[in-house]
């Protein structure tokens, strides 16, 4: 025999009021967040190659004001939003204790807007800049790992639930695109620097391995999904310094 409700406690129920959303919370739109190196292969620009300049100069070189990650985190540990707002210190420290309201609205505006950093994914995602240089053999200061532990753990208690380090990828997960002459190729049929063999090389090889390492010595677990690990970016680490590849299509 099936029990059947009241009428009134039918359509009471029908009627009650979705369980409001939190007040803090990221955008729905995020579903990752991107973890960057600032220094990698730069092929083109031997001058470049693993080189990663500060905070300032870096956001000085970011001239549109959509390009570019939501936050870089320095050496030292010291967190650099993108548009920090108007009467706002350039940079902040994380706490050691737990996310205060204030702290909680300031991440949940800077995550708001939608910055250029990730090829097909920058309108569901979130990127952290990590000064670094890039190669796989560099280590993570233990300031700089804790502080990049502390954003992304920030970023996970701020999704309510919604992202879990499953949602924690490299630049180098979403974008396997090969190094492209000029950088603007748009239908995979543009020069691309090459081996000697012919491969092309990865034109996103960040981060290190060694990053995901250090996070989770800090207690952020985030699965790695790739057996690659640094096979491609140690490949990139074999060129010449001064040698720009010879360049064919892919």
Request: hydrophobic share 40%.
């Amino acid at each position: 025999m099936t029990a059947t409700l009241p009428l009134a406690a039918f359509f009471s129920l029908a009627l009650a009021p979705a369980a409001p959303a939190p007040a803090l919370a990221l955008p729905s739109r995020i579903r990752r967040i991107v973890l960057h190196t600032l220094g990698g292969p730069f092929y083109g620009r031997p001058d470049m190659r693993w080189v990663f300049l500060t905070p300032p100069e870096t956001l000085g070189l970011w001239k549109r004001p959509t390009f570019g990650a939501h936050w870089i985190v320095w050496t030292d540990g010291s967190i650099w939003p993108r548009h920090p707002a108007v009467g706002e210190s350039a940079s902040f420290v994380a706490p050691s204790g737990a996310l205060s309201p204030e702290l909680a609205r300031r991440l949940v505006r800077e995550a708001a807007p939608v910055y250029s950093h990730v090829e097909g994914h920058n309108g569901t995602a979130v990127g952290i800049e990590v000064s670094h240089s890039g190669r796989s053999a560099d280590g993570f200061p233990p300031e700089q790992a804790r502080a990049v532990a502390w954003l992304v753990s920030a970023l996970l208690e701020l999704s309510h639930g919604r992202l879990s380090g499953r949602d924690v990828v490299g630049h180098k997960d979403l974008d396997p695109r090969p190094a492209f002459v000029g950088d603007r190729c748009r239908d995979g049929h543009c020069l691309a620097y090459v081996d000697d063999a012919g491969r092309p090389f990865r034109r996103r090889v960040d981060p290190p391995e060694g990053l995901f390492l250090a996070l989770g010595r800090e207690g952020l677990k985030s699965p790695r999904e790739t057996s690659e690990g640094d096979a491609e970016l140690r490949r990139s680490e074999s060129i010449p310094g001064n040698l720009v590849p010879r360049t064919e299509k892919p």
